[in-house]
C-alpha cells in the first residue's frame, strides 16, 4: 500500500524559499498523480498544485502562482514542491496526497496522505 510522507518544512523568513518533499514507499507513485495541500490556522485545506501520471500540472492557488512549483522524480520516488518569495501568509501545515493517474483539486478525491509538514515564514 502506497505511503506518503513530507520533509522539508521549518522556518523561513519572509522572501525566501523552501523544497518540501514527498516521499513515497514505492514504485507506484509513476503511476499516480500526486497534489499538494496545505492548511493554515483557522482555515480550511486548500489545494496548492498538483502533477498527474503524465506529467501534466495543474495549479489551483491564484496566490502562489509564479512562486510555487511542482516536480517529481520517478526513479527516487519523491515529487517535490519549490517555494520561492514566500510570505507570511504560506504559514500552514503542508500536504501531499495521491490519486490514481489523474489530478483533482479538491481533497476527497485522494486516498492516500502524508502526516504533512509545518512551514512557517516569519521575521
Known amino acids: 500500500q502506497l505511503q506518503l510522507s513530507e520533509s522539508g518544512g521549518g522556518l523561513v523568513q519572509p522572501g525566501g524559499s523552501l523544497r518540501l518533499t514527498c516521499a513515497a514507499s514505492?514504485?507506484?507513485?509513476?503511476?499516480?498523480?500526486i497534489s499538494w495541500f496545505r492548511q493554515a490556522p483557522g482555515k480550511g485545506r486548500e489545494g496548492i498544485i498538483c502533477i498527474s501520471r503524465s506529467d501534466s500540472v495543474e495549479e489551483y492557488l491564484d496566490s502562489v502562482k509564479g512562486r510555487f512549483t511542482i516536480s517529481r522524480d520517478i526513479a527516487k520516488n519523491m515529487v517535490y514542491l519549490q517555494m520561492n518569495s514566500l510570505k507570511s501568509e504560506d504559514t500552514a501545515i503542508y500536504y501531499c496526497?495521491?490519486?490514481?493517474?489523474?489530478?483533482?483539486?479538491?481533497?476527497?478525491?485522494?486516498?492516500?496522505w502524508g502526516q504533512g509538514t509545518q512551514v512557517t515564514v516569519s521575521s
Open positions: 496526497a495521491a490519486r490514481p493517474a489523474i489530478c483533482s483539486e479538491y481533497e476527497v478525491s485522494f486516498q492516500t
Open positions: 514505492e514504485y507506484t507513485l509513476a503511476f499516480s498523480a
